[in-house]
């Protein structure tokens, strides 16, 4: 289930997890533009909260994978929407 | 047919004799939008005056509108509705987390449960799919354990669980649903329903997409609300950080030891701003919901999820604990056992009271010695 992360073009979408609420408001957003349907197996981010250990995990699909599309940064957008979005500016890029 | 944001279809399941019959949502929804409307025409419908809420038949309905699952801020919340185990009449009661939109992503807008089970069961919903499976392994175990188990078990770890605890299997009055280990529905003793129903959990996943009949209109609207919601103003700043426990905050209102006095007079001691900086490390908010109404807490009994505002009305001011940490544990403890924890504070509140006065003794509690502010008491109470 790795993501291939060969394929660094330099865009690497880091998150702050201690910021991060789990609205998945980002998740949905990046779905939106890939199909103009909500689902988030479409989107090219993941994010996962394990309750045990109170932590959150980004996965940032770059290549398609499964159902998830592969990021395109945000093509024909005017900015990036998942970092734009976030309430809490949890998300940016490396 | 146009898109909308509908699932689509209705399920009827009934325990008793595990038969499942479906619906178009769309027979409903020219008389009502969905949620709670829909919940409670089919409540009224399938249901009888004569049926005690904890009847055979009495149903039990989960609901989602058509805003749940979208862009929609706060579309995260479940509407669950069944008889009022309190009054016998209506009721109802909804819980945030991440399940409404996997329900419908997993191609239902409402679930309706009645009959009963012979044996403990849960149902798994996968994309459409409907299955009941025996629950017998998981019947006793708290709502972390079940939604733990039920994750191990199918090997998949997005699966979306609800559940009751040992509370709502016993048929407390005051057991609630649980999802995600600390969203509640916890008003009119649901989970004592889906207790009598022999019902411990629901675990769904859904992969289908939910379509809009209008997406750039709906995403122009979605843009506006979200930048007036997630703006840098002094009030949404504070409502993000403290989420719901900035009310606990502004004044000291609150009931004391049973609503005996309305002012709490060391409300300092426990003011969110402060322990939210000493011990809380991480906001929780819920699907498309920018506002941390809980945190991850840091006690001295480990990680724990924290209260909501009414956790510490309940635990703070009803029974005057003022350690923090364990009205964390606390609050943690009601929500493994499924318990509305309003619905606890107040009886044992209650029943510190009418010690107090004389109509209860020591005997009453199995020689335990009732008192406010004594956490130990109300864990074992609890």
Redesign the interface.
Known sequence: MATNISTNDGFTLKIN??E??????CV??C??HH?????P??SSIEI?RD?D??T?RLKHYKVKEN?HYACDRCQGEKRVLCID?C??EALYIK | MTKNSYAGKIAFINLSNNKIKFELTEKYTRKFIGGRGINLWLLYNYSKIEYHPLHRNSPIIFGTGPLT???APGSGRLDIAAKNYYTKGIGYSNACG?FAPELK?AGFDHVMIYGKAEKPVYIKIINGLIEIHPADDIWGLTTWETEKYIKHENKD?YLQVLSIGPAGERLVKGACIII??DCAAGHCGLGAVMGSKNLKAIAVKG??????SN??KF?RYFEEI?AK??SKSKVTNVI?KLGSLMYFSSTAEAPVRNNQDAYLNQFKVVLPQKFIKEKG??????????I?CRH?FKTKYG?L?GPKTNGLHDFVSRLEIYDIDDVIKLNALCNKVGLDIDFTSNVIAWSIEAYEKGLLTVKDFDGLKPEWGNSDFVERMI
Do not use: H, Q
């Open positions: 997890p201690v991060c609420l789990g609205c998945l408001a949905m957003v779905s939106f199909t103009k349907m909500l689902n197996y479409y996962l309750d250990n109170a959150i159902m979005i309430p809490t | 699952g979208t862009l991440y992503r770890p995600n280990r992969e289908n997409p939910i379509e809009l997406p750039d995403y979200w919601i997630t993000k490390f991480m906001g929780i908010g819920y699907y498309m919901c920018p941390s991850y990680i999820k």
